[in-house]
């Protein structure tokens, strides 16, 4: 059982992914990780990030089994990682590791941005889950508040707005939804809601393949 999560920036993806694993007992891959390991790879050995060989070498060297969300989600690592997505060698060279990911017994869940549409396209279950960029804006606003970090709401939703683009205007796999994807829009929905709709789908296609 193949579980594709895709959408944009901090829609909520990654905290549904994780529940779906726990739930089912399925494997969990956050696929922006692999891309932020190699970012950070490039960023620690002084590394240019505009070179697609020097850039798909690093991505090949990838451990999925070594990522750290703690160490990754530092914000440089993403402007980072959102440069080399781009570059089509390097999603060749990742997109690989995650399909051998994704045929893991008993169940992987993916979440990504071109999961239902490109590494697993044969998914049973697909979720685009989204939500304005006011509210993915708000909420990561809100996170770093409540971890007692100082934020800046303007410069978080300008941010957001310019990762969107640079994600859904990439000519390799840009981010968009899968014809056979379930749309999830969180805009007003908690994310308990959004879980409780995401596991009646799964529950659907788990008896369908039983
Ligand atoms: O979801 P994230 O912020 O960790 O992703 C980091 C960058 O990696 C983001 O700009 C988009 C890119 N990415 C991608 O192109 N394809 C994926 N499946 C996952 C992430």
Redesign the pocket.
């Known amino acids: 059982m193949i579980i594709a999560i895709?959408g944009p920036?901090a829609a909520g993806k990654?905290t549904l992914a994780r529940r779906i694993a726990e739930t089912y007992g399925f494997h969990h891959l956050?696929?922006?990780?692999?891309?932020?390991a190699a970012a950070k790879a490039l960023l620690d050995a002084g590394l240019p990030l505009d070179d697609e060989a020097i850039a798909e070498a690093m991505a090949r060297k990838v451990d999925l089994g070594g990522l750290d969300r703690t160490i990754?989600?530092r914000h440089e690592i993403?402007e980072a990682?959102?440069k080399i997505?781009v570059m089509p060698a390097v999603?060749r060279a990742?997109v690989e590791a995650?399909r051998r990911f994704a045929g893991k017994t008993p169940g992987a869940v993916l979440d990504?941005?071109?999961?239902g549409t490109v590494?697993c396209p044969d998914a049973p279950v697909k979720l685009y889950v989204t939500a304005s960029v006011a509210v993915r804006a708000r909420r990561r606003y809100e996170e770093i508040v409540e971890a007692g970090g100082s934020a800046d709401y303007d410069a978080i939703f300008e941010d957001v707005k310019r990762?969107d683009e640079?994600?859904m205007g990439?000519t390799d796999?840009p981010?968009k939804p899968a014809e056979d994807a379930y749309l999830l829009d969180t805009s007003e929905m908690s994310i308990e809601a959004a879980f409780q709709k995401a596991k009646s789908i799964v529950d659907t296609a788990l008896s369908r393949n039983a």
């Open positions: 895709d920036a990654g956050d696929t922006g990780l692999t891309y932020r990754l989600s993403g990682a959102s997505a999603r990742l995650q990504g941005r071109d999961i590494v990762r640079r994600d990439r796999s981010l």
